[in-house]
C-alpha cells in the first residue's frame, strides 16, 4: 500500500485529492488547522483505506515531525497543498507588514521544504513531492505581493529539488483558480460561484503521481487534458 502526507486536506483541494487517493487505495496521512473539519475527513475516508489525521500548522516543526512519523518508513508522495494567502483584503505591497510577509513565507515556502527536507530520507525512487503554487508566482497581480513572491519562491525551491534528486519527482503545480474560501478571501465580497470546484483539478494531479512525467511546474488542467484518464488511474492503483 503507497503511502501519501498530504497538508492543508480538510476542504478544497487537498480534501478532493485524498478522496481520490483514498479510492485508490493509499494510506493517507492527512493535516489540517481546524480538528474538528479534519476529524470528520478522517472519519469519511476510514471506511475506504488506513488514514491518519493530525491537526496543526505545518508552520510548528513538532507538528511535522508527527506527519513523517505517522506515515513510518516509507513516504511515496508528499504534497505540500496547505498554504495562506496572509492579509484580506489583499495590500498593496508597498504596505504589506512585514510580520504578515515572514508569516505567509513560514507557511508557503519554508514549511514546505522542510517537510521535503523529513520526507526525502524515507522516499523510494520514483517517489514524488507536489508543492500547490498559483499562477501568482509568475504574474504580477496587484496585492499579489505577498502571497505571489511565497509561490514564487516555492517553485525555485521545488526546480532545485527535482535537480538535486534526480530519483524523486518534485513537482510545481499550478492547480487553477477554484471555489474554494482561500479564494473567497482573495476576493471577499465578490461571487465567485463562477469559478471551478477543486475536483476538476484532481486528474491533472493523478497523472503526475500515476506517470513518468519529469520534474519540473506544470499546470494541472492542460495536464488532464492530454493524458489518458484511464490509463493514469490504472497506474496509480
Known sequence: ?????????????????????????WA???DARSAEDLELTVRRLSA???VHGIAGSVGDAQHRRQLVAAAGGRIDLL??????????????????????LRETYEVNVFAPLALAQLAIPR?????????????????????????????????????ILGAEHRHLRVYAVDPGD???????????????????LPAISVPGLLALIGDELPSGRYRARELASVVDAAAVTDAVR
Request: charged share 20%.
Open 123 to 159: 522516499m523510494p525512487d520514483g517517489g514524488r513531492i507536489i508543492n500547490m503554487t498559483s499562477d501568482a508566482a509568475v504574474e504580477p497581480y496587484e496585492g499579489w505581493g505577498g502571497y505571489g513572491s511565497s509561490k514564487a519562491a516555492l517553485e525555485q525551491l521545488s526546480a
Open 1 to 25: 500500500m503507497s503511502t501519501a502526507i498530504i497538508t492543508g486536506a480538510s476542504r478544497g483541494l487537498g480534501l478532493a485529492l485524498a478522496e481520490a487517493l483514498a479510492e485508490r487505495d
Open 79 to 100: 504534497v505540500n497543498n496547505a498554504s495562506t494567502l496572509g492579509a484580506s483584503p489583499l495590500p498593496p505591497l508597498a504596505e504589506l507588514p512585514l510580520v504578515t
Open 48 to 50: 475506504l483505506t488506513r
Open 28 to 30: 493517507l496521512v492527512l
Open 178 to 196: 477554484m471555489r474554494t474560501q482561500m479564494h473567497q478571501d482573495a476576493f471577499p465580497g465578490e461571487d465567485i460561484s463562477d469559478r471551478p
